[in-house]
């Protein structure tokens, strides 16, 4: 399978679902937040909503594998006969491990700080904030660059639906809407939510 299709196809899909909760927020009238936003709330949010996931995603799939090319030739899809579940957990730790110590980071160090404080800085939940963060802050993501490196090396596929997977979870955490309070009050979902919560 071709890796770096199979990467891009995601994108569709991510885009499908963000739309998704974003008509939703919409038709309950919790997008547009008149009463809570500001012009400079717009110009943030469309400006790294667009760049993050048009520029420099794609920028940082191209740039990892040249690294890697660089540091071991050859090593195009050298670990593509893995089994999924390694597949999966190398991911889980390399790129949601990563991440999760990015963002405890950037609440420790003060630099750190100033390039994500815009993620923190709007004064309502909606989806519109998910990649409301510095360009920077994105693009020396830890996380963002073993992934590519780790879709080089073979991780294409099992890659596709843990992105997909967890931007879902990431998308649905910023939305105004209360999707999850149902599960969260059913007494056959809430233990399995429990987890997911925890998780």
Not at 106 to 116: F, G, I, M, Q, V
Not at 143 to 168: D, E, Q, R
């Amino acid at each position: 399978m071709d890796q770096t299709g199979a990467v891009q196809d995601y994108t569709l899909i991510i885009t499908a679902i963000f739309a998704g909760f974003a008509a939703v927020e919409l038709a309950l009238g919790r997008f547009l937040n008149r009463a809570e936003s500001a012009p400079k709330d717009v110009i943030i949010e469309l400006s790294a909503g667009l760049t993050i996931p048009l520029l420099i995603v794609p920028g940082v799939l191209y740039a990892s594998p040249l690294i890697v090319e660089a540091i071991a030739p050859n090593s195009a899809d050298v670990w593509v006969a893995w089994p999924v579940w390694s597949m999966a957990l190398v991911l889980v730790v390399a790129d949601d491990l990563t991440q999760y110590w990015w963002h405890r980071l950037s609440h420790t160090l003060p630099w750190l700080y100033a390039l994500h404080r815009a993620h923190h800085s709007a004064s309502y939940m909606s989806v519109r904030i998910v990649y409301r963060n510095s360009l920077v802050y994105y693009a020396l993501m830890p996380g963002l660059w073993l992934s590519a490196a780790l879709i080089h090396l073979g991780f294409g596929p099992v890659y596709v639906g843990y992105i997909v997977l967890k931007l879902t979870v990431i998308i649905g955490a910023h939305s105004s809407v209360p999707w999850d309070r149902p599960l969260l009050e059913n007494r056959f979902t809430r233990p399995l939510m429990w987890w997911v919560c925890r998780i």
